[in-house]
């Protein structure tokens, strides 16, 4: 039966099997699965793929393996903090920073697995699946489209049915949901988050204060941090464009090359940590301000303080605030080999715009430090 979420929804697990059915014979499916299985014939996982009935089926039998060899390709391991704190039987409201357009949520979703708790839907741009097989692949994988580029009324009403159906997934089918603390990834390492996305959140909030109805949802902030940004050098651009005042245009493809990138790139070491579910902090809010802007914005340093303090930090991030500062401040937390290789990547990432662009790639992972040195533990 038709439904108002329709437009934007996930795929309904009836809906499932028809959907990998329509895509098994893509190459791009084919290009994954031989990647996720290379030891496997191309008909057993077609044949599994015909007896997948459930999106939590084909997460833990298809993309979960995916994920493990993209960690085992392009990565030295993922480690997380915080799960202990969640209740198995409860969904909540995850917003986290936002570093890579796919790992985020599939890494955050795999660690929810292996803590037996339950996975989220999440937020992905319309701009990400303009693809017809991107956009069936993320439906399968409980991806909820935000609208991007809209004139402001529709924007209005499209955020106002993003809200209540993120209320719908967190109240009435106990499903956690996923959600970035701002629109686009964060390009300068300064994760902040944006007042706007707790707006559109509150637009489904029936209380006459809105930090009831964020009690009430669970919202809990969590920190992912890469020791290397698969994708550092592709921001670079932007980044520049933004230092001199210009207005930067995407080039055509860059959100693929982009997602690609991210999945593909060295990353290292990852950390996912899980913060603590807010609740009194409400009530302090609640206090201290006296209208619905003021607490959304205390909120939204809430949300700061916990991810900015819990953000795991790693020998780049203190070689960069080094050699960006010209210091020896944290030269305890690294070796020299591992300066070497940092200074090596910038050199290979920016060739010959290593002048222009030096300072901006160093800061990209200076900034977790300073922006951590504000809480007085840098770890």
Do not use: C
Not at 227 to 243: F, G, I, S
Not at 266 to 272: A, L, N
């Amino acid at each position: 039966m038709p439904t108002k979420f329709d437009s934007i929804r996930q795929f309904y697990d009836s809906e499932v099997n028809d959907a990998l059915q329509s895509i098994s014979n893509h190459p791009m499916m084919k290009a994954l699965m031989s990647f996720t299985f290379p030891d496997l014939d191309e008909a057993v996982w077609m044949e599994q793929l015909k007896r997948t009935h459930s999106i939590r089926d084909f997460q833990v039998n298809f993309i979960y393996q995916s994920i493990q060899r993209v960690l085992e390709r392009s990565s030295e391991g993922l480690t997380t903090s915080g799960f202990e704190k969640l209740d198995p039987s409860r969904s909540y409201l995850f917003i986290s920073n936002h570093r890579d357009i796919i790992l985020d949520t599939s890494l955050l979703n795999v660690s929810l697995y292996d803590h037996g708790q339950i996975m989220t839907a999440s937020a992905i741009g319309d701009n990400l699946v303009q693809k017809s097989f991107l956009l069936a692949l993320s439906r399968l994988n409980r991806n909820f489209l935000v609208r991007r580029g809209l004139p402001p009324r529709e924007l209005l009403q499209s955020s106002k049915l993003m809200s209540e159906f993120m209320y719908h997934l967190l109240s009435k089918e106990n499903r956690s949901v996923w959600i970035a603390q701002r629109e686009g990834r964060t390009k300068d390492g300064n994760d902040a988050t944006h007042q706007g996305v707790l707006k559109m959140l509150a637009m489904a909030a029936d209380e006459k204060n809105v930090m009831e109805f964020f009690r009430k949802i669970r919202v809990v902030p969590v920190s992912i941090s890469y020791e290397y940004d698969p994708t550092d050098a592709l921001k670079m651009p932007q980044l520049m464009a933004e230092a001199n005042d210009e207005v930067y245009i995407k080039e055509k493809n860059e959100d693929f090359i982009t997602l690609i990138s991210g999945i593909i790139g060295q990353k290292k070491r990852i950390h996912i940590h899980v913060g603590d579910i807010l609740d009194k902090e409400y009530d302090k809010i609640i206090a201290e301000n006296d209208n619905t802007n003021k607490q959304i914005q205390a909120l939204a340093q809430v949300i700061d303080d916990s991810i900015l303090s819990t953000y795991k930090l790693w020998p780049t991030n203190f070689i960069a605030y080094d050699l960006l500062h010209n210091t020896d401040q944290f030269a305890s937390k690294y070796s020299e080999k591992e300066k070497q290789l940092f200074e090596r990547r910038l050199e290979m990432r920016l060739g010959n715009e290593k002048e222009t662009l030096r300072d901006s790639f160093l800061a990209m992972y200076a900034n977790p430090v300073l922006n951590k040195m504000k809480y007085g533990n840098v770890d």
